[in-house]
């Protein structure tokens, strides 16, 4: 199976696959949303990797001189980047360094380093058909011994609107700012065969076009060995929908599946997929069960009524399936307001809530469900991290953040975050944070600012934690300087 993935990837020779833009870039998905909230950009854009062609397309149409000071600063920053990252036919570099005291424990959408240094190089080719973006870095890290890596790096083709890579980008599926339920840039990026659609164009057919501009990505992806069911595999859907200007509604799913000494058939793989996967139904038991999976739906709302500078956001991922569909929910709030400060900082702040217990929303709350699995009992983790939301599982986070941007790049990102870690249940060795509760508060904010020979970031946070079983209490600042650039 993962050979056959592989080589369709490799072989597929038909005609832009690419370019796109992975996940982690906070000013880049600021600009977007606000372009996207004005109608000026009128896809979907809260499924990451974004393929640049759309906003590209959007990008061409814009007037900028009808447009206020803070959306024609917005439209300018974002046409230097697509020009500067769509260069066709000829090579591409960048190059990183970063080195970090402490990297964070929980990880929103950012770039920060992974390990206490991080080096990275890399290059790309794009032309109207084919993509190619390597990406190595050597990192040292105490959570994860593989130092030599190739994340971020893609080898792609165009089928028709269709791009079909062989991946290691990082992605990002849902509206929240500082967390996905299902599918976060927390943990490394999964290898993958990834099928996303380029174009957004609505349905032509009456019975559809009511959904608007609208997208869709697959992804099956290969896990790593060192699991309690080794080399088991992923997989991840999600079609996300503009019916309204000002709304933006996501339909996600995913699944760990296969694996060392479990079902790989094309039949257990249509039984994960049409969701008989639970234990006595349709005949189904531990020797034939497809998978882990998580399924639900987020939303972003954007009311034309208030100027496009408020929205609200939520996303509810079911742990589990009950007639057909999602339940055991875990759940996401969020609201946001974005505007134009001192004539020059395009501005976003926001707040908002997870809860990753099952039934987050009950008194009666089910603890040690999320994420967690009892057949494949290493869970919805990948290389000690989360796949989903950074504070793993049965934890209630409050977070509050800013981003400030003027129209030089200069960048400033405010976190505050407020909560509970691994609230309730027995002692739990598999959660990647802490085995038993912990409450803790923090704070980050970080800098950075555009020279002629790159980007100078630098970030500091401190993080005050309680241990509850051990009633001890600690206090840790953590910092970070990073430099990129690319030619």
């Keep these: 199976m993962r050979t056959w993935l592989l080589a369709t990837c490799l072989l ?3 005609a832009l696959a690419g370019p796109n833009m992975p996940a982690g870039d906070l000013a ?14 009128d896809g979907p854009v809260s499924t990451w990797p974004l393929a640049w062609g759309p906003v590209l397309e959007s990008l061409r149409k814009a007037d900028a001189t009808m447009l206020s000071p803070s959306l024609a600063a917005a439209l300018a920053r974002l046409r230097d980047r697509a020009n500067w990252e769509t260069r066709t036919r000829e090579l591409t570099f960048n190059t990183r360094l970063g080195v970090a005291d402490e990297p964070t424990r929980i990880r929103s959408f950012q770039r920060s380093p992974r390990g206490e240094i991080e080096v990275s190089a890399g290059g790309g080719w794009i032309d109207d058909w084919f993509s190619l973006e390597v990406n190595v870095q050597g990192v040292n890290s105490d959570q994860d011994t593989e130092e030599l890596r190739v994340d971020g790096s893609m080898i792609g083709v165009v089928l028709g609107n269709w791009s079909v890579a062989a991946s290691t980008q990082q992605r990002w599926w849902g509206p929240g700012w500082d967390g996905s339920l299902i599918l976060s840039d927390n943990a490394r990026p999964i290898p993958s065969l990834t099928i996303d659609r380029i174009f957004t164009d609505p349905f032509e057919t009456k019975w559809l076009s009511w959904l608007g501009p609208w997208d869709l990505a697959v992804m099956f992806g290969q896990l790593e060995r060192e ?26 799913r995913s ?26 139904d349709a005949s189904i038991g531990i020797e034939n069960e497809p ?38 929910w875990m759940g996401q709030l969020g609201a ?21 217990s099952c039934q987050f929303h009950e008194s009666s709350e089910l603890f040690d469900c999320a994420y967690n699995h009892g057949l494949y009992k290493t869970g919805y983790r990948f290389r000690s991290r989360a796949i989903g939301h950074a ?20 960048q400033w990102h405010g976190l505050l975050r407020y909560g509970a870690l691994n609230r309730g249940g027995a002692a739990d060795p598999a959660n990647t944070l802490t085995p038993t509760r912990q409450d803790i508060a923090s704070i980050d904010l970080t800098h950075s600012r555009a020279f002629p020979f790159g980007v100078i970031e630098v970030g500091a946070g401190f993080e005050r934690i309680e241990d509850v079983a051990s009633g001890r209490d600690t206090s840790d600042g953590r910092a970070y300087l990073q430099w990129r650039s690319s030619y």
Excluded at 259 to 267: A, L, V
């Design 12 to 14: 597929a020779t038909q």
């Design 391 to 410: 504070a793993d599982n049965d934890a209630r986070l409050i977070s509050a953040g800013v981003v400030m941007i003027d129209a030089n790049e200069t």
């Design 291 to 328: 998978g882990n999976q998580l399924a639900g739906v987020d939303f972003r709302w954007s009311p034309g009524f208030l100027g496009h500078s408020v929205a609200t956001y939520g996303q509810f991922i079911g742990e589990d399936e009950a007639g057909g569909f999602p339940s055991r």
């Design 255 to 280: 699944a760990q599946w296969c694996g060392d000494r479990r079902p790989c058939d094309f039949e257990t793989f249509t039984n994960l997929f049409l969701g008989r996967d639970n234990r006595g």
């Design 336 to 356: 946001e307001w974005s505007g134009y400060l001192a004539q020059r900082w395009s501005v976003r702040t926001f707040a908002e809530f997870a809860g990753t």
């Design 28 to 41: 880049l998905r600021h600009d977007i949303q606000v372009l996207a909230d004005h109608g000026i950009i």
């Design 227 to 252: 699991r309690h069911i080794p080399n088991a595999q992923f997989f991840g859907m999600r079609v996300n929908f503009r019916p309204l200007d000002s709304l933006e509604i996501g339909i996600s």
